[in-house]
C-alpha cells in the first residue's frame, strides 16, 4: 500500500554533495506513528543507517556522519531528501529510503534503492 520512491542522480562527483530525494504515496510524512529513514549499503557491507525525519520533522543522524548529513522534507510533495555534503568514493552505495515503525530502526515499507556512485 504504502510505496516509496528514490530518485537523484547517479553520479557524483568528490566533494560535492549528494542528494536524493523520497516520494512518499499512500502514507503521510507527517504522520504521527511513522518516521522516515535513509540508509545505505555497500557492497559486502551491512546496511548503514543514516539517518531519520520524526512526523514533526525532527532530524536524527548516525552519529559517523552527523557532520555531513542533511535530511529534509517537502510536505506538500509528501517528499523528504537526504543530503549528504563533501562525498569521497567509500560513499558508493545503494541508497534506500524507508518508513520507520515507531523510532525502533524497523522498518515495513522501503524503497528500492537507487545506486549513487561518487567518482570524478
Known amino acids: 500500500q504504502v510505496q516509496l520512491q528514490e530518485s537523484g542522480p547517479g553520479l557524483v562527483k568528490p566533494s560535492q554533495t549528494l542528494s536524493l530525494t523520497c516520494t512518499v504515496s499512500?502514507?503521510?510524512?507527517?504522520?504521527?506513528?511513522?518516521?522516515w529513514s535513509w540508509i545505505r549499503q555497500s557492497p559486502g557491507k551491512a546496511l548503514e543507517w543514516m539517518g531519520v525525519?520524526?512526523?514533526?520533522?525532527?532530524?536524527y543522524y548516525s552519529p559517523s556522519l552527523k557532520s555531513r548529513t542533511s535530511i529534509t522534507r517537502d510536505t506538500s510533495k509528501n517528499q523528504f531528501s537526504l543530503h549528504l555534503s563533501s562525498v569521497t568514493p567509500e560513499d558508493t552505495a545503494v541508497y534506500y529510503c524507508?518508513?520507520?515503525?515507531?523510532?525502533?530502526?524497523?522498518?515495513?515499507?522501503w524503497g528500492q534503492g537507487t545506486q549513487v556512485t561518487v567518482s570524478s
Open positions: 499512500g502514507g503521510s510524512i507527517t504522520s504521527s506513528n511513522y518516521a
Open positions: 525525519i520524526a512526523d514533526d520533522g525532527s532530524t
Open positions: 524507508a518508513r520507520d515503525l515507531g523510532g525502533d530502526y524497523v522498518y515495513d515499507y
